[in-house]
Nanobody
Framework: VQLQASGGGLVQAGGSLRLSCAAS????????MRWYRQAPGKQRELVAA???????NYADSVKGRFTISRDNAKNTVYLQMNSLKFEDTAVYYC?????????WGQGTQVTVSS
């Protein structure tokens, strides 16, 4: 499984971005897809996850602001980020779970200016 993330960039606080992560390769039976982020000097943290059936969960810090979705026909997962805050600044990574093996995308930088 290969994951290609895109959509990061520089945005002012209060703005929005949408991240995309396209899966390719042996994508049969991909289960959960997730977005993680890692800020400088901090550990990588789970931001949002979506199961193959569409169930979602979010970190408390992004609830009500971020929305994860997936388009199974396009093998793509999205992260719509609204009301961005300075503390959302991080490298965002997409992750896919297939047969209990984790696959990672290359990361996309999100920078929120205050």
């Amino acid at each position: 499984v290969q994951l290609q993330a895109s959509g990061g960039g520089l945005v002012q606080a209060g703005g929005s971005l949408r991240l995309s992560c396209a899966a390719s390769g042996s994508i049969f039976s991909i289960n959960a897809m997730r977005w993680y982020r890692q800020a400088p000097g901090k550990q990588r943290e789970l931001v949002a996850a979506i199961s193959s059936g569409g169930s979602t969960n979010y970190a408390d810090s992004v609830k009500g602001r971020f929305t994860i979705s997936r388009d199974n026909a396009k093998n793509t997962v999205y992260l719509q980020m609204n009301s961005l805050k300075f503390e959302d600044t991080a490298v965002y990574y997409c992750n896919a779970d297939q047969y209990s093996t984790d696959y990672w995308g290359q990361g996309t930088q999100v920078t929120v200016s205050s």
